[in-house]
């Protein structure tokens, strides 16, 4: 039998007062942190938050330099005291809790912006984790400290960073053969090829070469794929099918080769109407292959705002659309295999692999996880609530399948973590860690730091955000409204302690 211990008020400040105590066991599925001598039941003062128990797990696991820890109580975060959860929940102090302790995220602090003329529509990263890099030889992936940032802005070009805030490569003009309109979505095909897309309704590969001195830099047209007839808002790229996908306003979903030699031919009639001289642009495009799409996928009764693979398989995709539908699409056969209607036009895409959710940002200001399988008995599993305006970006936490970060036409970027409700009370669990039709709150809030000191934007005018990366090496970058890229650090102090 456990031998049961009573904290200490040295470990565990009091107030002074006859405190209720109650029984916790304490456990974790985090190899690195587990007690390696079980104390098992332990009685502690109902009034402590997550400071006191984790200076309490800390005490317990002797930690030379103290690790801040969050706690989970039947799979949901502890966002208050004991005795307020107890009280939120009908339980009494004779109540025997399991508490999980995980790392806690660090707060993300500003490091660094990257200024633009204009408006920064899209951003991507090259780190040594980035898929970018997973999909690249050994050799070609980059040292901490050599990452790389590419950002899309609506001055039509596309621009590669390093570290230093130092642009390495700028794209050409129009008239060179680049984009004739604004960017709109711009993503690291591998570590020597970028693809965009944008206002002119086209999506394009480059080719970006860089010397080891980085003396030497160029990005240049390699390929232009025409189909589509509205502007091209978003893209999504998977190197090992040579596959590239795109959302667009004309309300197709289009399926393109990276490959120009088994590409199909592009539609005369698009060439001869696509914006801009074609006069000035004839000598660039003689020497840039031009293509069509493998296949436009139709379904859609409005705008497709963005797109993506799915996590685990790339023969199938996900579309989001003004129409207030997520739809699932098998690519091999071109055929829709799933629709998903929600209350309010779909903004943004991103799946959740772990807790095999899609998450999807709303125009109405909140961002909806749907749960896709044919087994699902409602649209939507759980819905995050913070935002003031539009959610038109999405990002995954690179440490951990339960947090991501959303990017908001109001300026800010949330990060989320979906154990963490807004009510003390402990919803039911879909057994993969979501708790059901549950209302979630943000862990962080990110504000623009060119507004630093100079009051809030209603709706975020001026600062909205069109983009958001989570990056495990760099840490969250942004681009928007405000013509710049900013950096925040905001990684969690663990490895991977989630995914497991």
Not at 47 to 75: A, M, Q
Not at 188 to 204: A, E, K, N, Q, Y
Not at 325 to 344: C, G
Request: proline fraction near 5%.
């Amino acid at each position: 039998m456990a031998t049961q211990t009573m904290v200490s008020t040295q470990v565990a400040p009091t107030t002074g007062e006859s405190e209720t105590q109650i029984r916790v066991q304490f456990t974790t599925n985090v190899p690195d942190l587990q007690l390696s001598n079980d104390p098992g039941p332990i009685l502690v003062p109902t009034n402590l938050r997550r400071y006191g128990l984790s200076t309490l797990v800390n005490h317990l696991l002797g930690t030379e330099r103290p690790t801040p820890f969050d706690f989970l109580i039947s799979g949901s975060l502890l966002r208050t005291s004991i005795d307020d959860y107890l009280t939120a929940n009908g339980l009494s102090s004779e109540t025997a809790l399991t508490l999980e302790y995980v790392r806690s995220i660090v707060p993300p602090s500003y490091l660094a912006s990257f200024e633009h003329d204009d408006w920064v529509s899209s951003i991507d990263l090259f780190s040594r984790s980035s898929p970018a890099a997973l999909w690249a030889a050994e050799d070609s992936v980059p040292i901490a400290g050599q990452e790389r940032v590419l950002s899309a802005s609506y001055d039509g070009l596309l621009r590669v960073w390093n570290m230093s805030s130092q642009v390495l490569a700028t794209s050409p003009s129009a008239i060179d053969g680049g984009h004739s309109s604004g960017i709109k979505c711009a993503k690291f095909l591998s570590p020597s090829r970028l693809v965009s897309s944008g206002l002119d309704r086209t999506v394009r590969v480059w080719d970006y070469n860089e010397s080891q001195d980085q003396l030497s830099t160029e990005i240049k047209p390699s390929l232009e794929l025409y189909g589509h007839r509205a502007s091209v808002g978003d893209i999504c790229v998977h190197r090992p099918s040579k596959r590239i996908l795109s959302a667009s306003a004309d309300h197709t979903v289009g399926v393109w080769s990276t490959d120009a030699t088994n590409a199909p031919a592009a539609p005369e009639a698009l060439l001869s109407s696509k914006p801009g001289s074609r006069a000035k642009r004839r000598k660039v495009s003689a020497t840039t292959p031009q293509r069509g799409p493998v296949v436009l996928l139709k379904a859609h009764s409005a705008p497709v705002s963005a797109v993506t693979f799915a996590s685990s398989d790339s023969t199938v995709a996900h579309s989001t659309s003004w129409d207030h539908t997520l739809r699932t699409w098998d690519l091999p056969t071109a055929t829709l295999v799933d629709t998903r209607t929600t209350s309010h036009a779909l903004l943004s895409v991103l799946p959740l692999s772990q807790l095999h959710l899609i998450a999807t940002g709303t125009s109405a200001r909140h961002i909806t996880l749907i749960d896709p399988r044919v087994s699902a008995t409602t649209v939507s599993a759980m819905t995050l609530r913070g935002h003031s305006n539009a959610v038109v970006s999405l990002a995954c936490d690179p440490d951990s399948g339960y947090r991501l970060v959303s990017g908001s036409h109001d300026g800010q970027c949330r990060i989320w973590d979906v154990r963490a409700t807004k009510t003390g009370r402990a919803p039911a669990h879909d057994g993969m860690g979501v708790p059901e039709g549950a209302v979630g709150e943000s862990v962080y809030t990110i504000e623009r730091e060119s507004m630093k000191g100079r009051g809030k934007k209603v709706g975020g005018d001026g600062i909205k955000v069109f983009s958001v990366v989570w990056d495990k090496d760099v840490g969250i970058v942004s681009g928007g409204e405000d013509k710049r890229v900013q950096i925040n650090m905001g990684q969690s102090m663990g490895r991977n302690e989630e995914k497991g």
